[in-house]
């Protein structure tokens, strides 16, 4: 039977795991609570700025770069719907190339602009529990309206580069208010100095990087700054309280998915020709259906 702690023992029953997580993330939950770790095992890192910054070959060369220091790491690859068909491309694990073969990735998809859905959460927790040293997390957006990443990383790696072409918007746009630390990728070409010089008072203290990604140039500093400042927290005991609010925000998002179905299915009960030909009962409608969703709650499962 697929979910069981035996199973993460292995890169293919791990993948079994996880394609389940993907369907059904409650059900995965359930099966493995058993397996999910009491202190923190994984240093998460999640990694999020503007499109086209590189933030997939950046995580190639981190998981190089770590895996040759012998952790073992894996990728966590979120990756946005169609809001009109939600299907999705997953073209962020086409991204990700020059991995070593030690390293584990995967794709999940996000519906409505939710840079961490459930799903991924389940897959967060999953990958701990599986003994991951790192677990890097690309998330599909950045700025004040996808910061969810926040909830869910112990360090979070805010991508920059030269060439954004309004970088006073980059700025406003919320990038500097939730990093960690700050990478101005492609620091091969000439105008990275002159953005590296524009971030630097901003980040107010926090570290700025610059690195070329896809020549590996200054990505074992990164990662010496990622792997000190870590250490920092693991000292301060944040790392404690970042795994208790990613708990947190596991559990809300566990409720919000079963309320939705409980909604979806008590919806379906209603006649379309009812809430048609009902406008102005629309009132009543909505308190019968709220009835009927706290009798749901109280009855349980």
């Not at 599909?140 to 969810?148: K, L, R, Y």
């Not at 920059?160 to 309004?166: E, H, N, R």
Request: hydrophobic fraction near 45%; glycine fraction near 8%; proline fraction near 5%.
């Amino acid at each position: 039977m697929v979910g069981t702690c035996a199973d993460l023992a292995d890169r293919s029953g791990l993948s079994r795991v996880l394609s389940l997580a993907e369907a059904r993330p409650l059900e995965v939950l359930l099966r493995l609570s058993d397996c999910l770790v009491r202190e923190p095992r994984s240093a998460v890192v999640g990694v999020t700025g503007p499109q086209g910054v590189g933030k997939s070959t950046l995580i190639s060369s981190l998981a190089r770069e770590l895996s040759s220091g012998g952790s073992r790491v894996a990728a966590l690859l979120v990756d946005p719907s169609s809001p009109l068909t939600g299907g999705a491309v997953l073209g962020n694990r086409l991204r990700i190339r020059d991995l070593p073969s030690e390293a584990f990735v995967r794709s999940v998809w996000a519906e409505d602009e939710r840079a961490v859905p459930l799903r991924a959460l389940t897959a967060l927790e999953v990958l701990e529990a599986a003994g991951y040293d790192y677990v890097i997390v690309e998330t599909p957006g950045a700025g004040q309206v996808n910061t969810s990443i926040l909830r869910i990383s112990d360090l979070v790696l805010v991508v920059l580069m030269p060439l954004l072409g309004d970088e006073v918007q980059a700025i406003k746009a919320g990038l500097m208010e939730i990093g960690d630390v700050y990478v101005v990728n492609k620091a091969d070409v000439p105008e990275a100095d002159l953005m590296y010089n524009y971030v630097k008072p901003f980040a107010k203290g926090r570290p700025v990087v610059k690195v070329s990604a896809l020549y590996r140039k200054n990505v074992g500093e990164l990662v010496e700054v990622l792997r000190g400042e870590l250490r920092r927290r693991s000292l301060e005991g944040s790392i404690e309280r970042k795994r208790a609010e990613r708990r947190r925000y596991l559990l809300e998002e566990a409720l919000l998915e079963l309320l939705h179905d409980a909604i979806r299915e008590e919806l379906g009960g209603l006649a379309s020709e009812e809430l048609l030909k009902r406008p102005d009962a629309l009132a009543e409608l909505v308190r019968d259906l709220k009835a009927r969703l706290a009798n749901r709650i109280v009855a349980g499962p």
